[in-house]
């Protein structure tokens, strides 16, 4: 079993953190917690279970993110995540979608504590590997700090000890989820509040984080640090993360050294029959503010999709950069 060091962690994000990007942001740090995208129980009892749970050996640590308020449904997935290898289960109490409310499943969950405790019980019951928790601090109404910390210690109990607190509540009426992602201020001391009440918890924040100045700002309070969107539109800020909280001294290779890493990688989905642009999509912000980045990023994007691209695209955009 991986031992998983949750300093930093690279959020799940719907469309984007996939298997094709968790293996390019491994490339960029070696120890950063990744995160698949959420899936739900019934995509997983019903549908392509290879597809949706193949991930590459070099992605570890990886965590699997699970959508669902069925016990039983919810255990027998996570069953099937600890077979495939996966390092982690989280069970999604945060997303605030419309799809997701008319499942039962994701924000409106955070007002069901004794519902959610039987979810984690179940699959902490079926697996050996960690079961984690990621919510909001609250939603619509039900925003007080005494509905959270509710909800953390009947989890708690049922036997999940490491929690991912995305410090802004959800309005499941009004907003859309890009709106619920900026709009609802940002609490960081509700999240570390959180960590004086149950220290013996794990606490990990989540939420407008953007720089590792940030990230170690927020260690002072808490145990971890989630980032989402700014590690994906700009990824070479996790370069200095295995320095910096890992006290990993690996030479840290250059953007084009990780180009050249990922060229193989590349060259073998599209064998496998991967269209360019569902990898290099991923891939736009690894030049992000360097001298040429936006023709990288306009070649890529007006030419990976075309039928028959290889790697000589991606080629022909990095020759765009300095």
Same mark, same amino acid.
């Given at each position: 079993?991986?031992?998983?060091?949750? $300093?930093?962690?690279?959020?799940?994000?719907?469309?984007?953190?996939?298997?094709?990007?968790?293996?390019?942001?491994?490339? &960029?740090?070696?120890?950063?917690?990744?995160?698949?995208?959420?899936?739900?129980?019934?995509?997983? =009892?019903?549908?392509?279970?290879?597809?949706?749970?193949?991930?590459?050996?070099?992605?570890?640590?990886?965590?699997?993110?699970?959508?669902?308020?069925?016990?039983?449904?919810?255990?027998?997935?996570?069953?099937? +995540?600890?077979?495939?290898?996966?390092?982690? &289960?989280?069970?999604?109490?945060? +997303?605030?979608?419309?799809?997701?409310?008319?499942?039962?499943?994701?924000?409106?969950?955070?007002?069901?504590?004794?519902?959610?405790?039987?979810?984690?019980?179940?699959?902490?019951?079926?697996?050996?590997?960690?079961?984690? #928790?990621?919510?909001?601090?609250?939603?619509?109404?039900?925003?007080?700090? !005494?509905?959270?910390?509710?909800?953390?210690?009947?989890?708690?109990?049922?036997? +999940?000890?490491?929690?991912?607190?995305?410090?802004?509540?959800?309005?499941?009426?009004?907003?859309?989820?890009?709106?619920?992602?900026?709009?609802?201020?940002?609490?960081?001391?509700?999240?570390?509040?959180?960590?004086?009440?149950?220290? $013996?918890?794990?606490?990990?924040?989540?939420? /407008?984080?953007?720089?590792?100045?940030?990230?170690?700002?927020?260690?002072?309070?808490?145990?971890?640090?989630?980032?989402?969107? !700014?590690?994906?539109?700009?990824?070479?800020?996790?370069?200095?993360?295995?320095?910096?909280?890992?006290?990993?001294?690996? =030479?840290?290779?250059?953007?084009?050294?990780?180009?050249?890493?990922?060229?193989?990688?590349?060259?073998?989905?599209? /064998?496998?029959?991967?269209? =360019?642009?569902?990898?290099?999509?991923?891939? #736009? /912000? =690894?030049?992000?503010?360097?001298?040429?980045?936006?023709?990288?990023?306009?070649?890529?994007?007006?030419?990976?999709?075309l039928k028959g691209a290889g790697i000589e695209t991606v080629q022909r955009a990095a020759a765009f950069i300095a």
């Amino acid at each position: 079993m991986t031992v998983i060091n949750r $300093t930093l962690s690279i959020a799940p994000m719907l469309d984007w953190t996939d298997r094709f990007d968790r293996y390019f942001l491994r490339l &960029i740090s070696k120890h950063a917690l990744l995160y698949t995208e959420m899936i739900t129980t019934a995509a997983l =009892l019903h549908g392509d279970q290879d597809y949706l749970l193949a991930f590459d050996s070099l992605e570890h640590p990886v965590a699997v993110q699970l959508g669902g308020s069925d016990p039983v449904a919810l255990a027998e997935c996570a069953k099937l +995540c600890e077979r495939r290898g996966y390092d982690e &289960i989280n069970l999604n109490v945060g +997303c605030p979608s419309d799809r997701v409310q008319s499942g039962r499943f994701g924000a409106c969950l955070m007002i069901e504590p004794a519902l959610v405790s039987d979810c984690i019980r179940a699959m902490v019951e079926s697996v050996k590997i960690p079961v984690t #928790l990621k919510s909001r601090i609250g939603i619509d109404e039900h925003d007080s700090y !005494e509905v959270l910390s509710q909800l953390v210690e009947q989890v708690s109990v049922a036997g +999940c000890k490491i929690f991912i607190v995305h410090a802004r509540k959800a309005w499941l009426k009004g907003l859309s989820p890009k709106e619920n992602r900026d709009i609802p201020p940002l609490q960081y001391d509700r999240v570390h509040r959180l960590k004086k009440d149950f220290p $013996t918890l794990e606490i990990i924040i989540n939420g /407008g984080i953007k720089t590792l100045d940030q990230v170690a700002a927020q260690l002072q309070h808490v145990d971890g640090v989630m980032i989402g969107r !700014e590690a994906y539109h700009n990824p070479w800020i996790l370069a200095e993360a295995d320095r910096r909280f890992y006290q990993d001294e690996h =030479l840290i290779p250059h953007r084009h050294q990780v180009l050249e890493q990922l060229m193989p990688f590349i060259e073998y989905e599209l /064998g496998q029959g991967v269209r =360019l642009h569902q990898i290099t999509r991923h891939i #736009l /912000g =690894l030049f992000q503010g360097q001298p040429g980045a936006r023709a990288w990023r306009r070649y890529l994007s007006e030419n990976a999709h075309l039928k028959g691209a290889g790697i000589e695209t991606v080629q022909r955009a990095a020759a765009f950069i300095a």
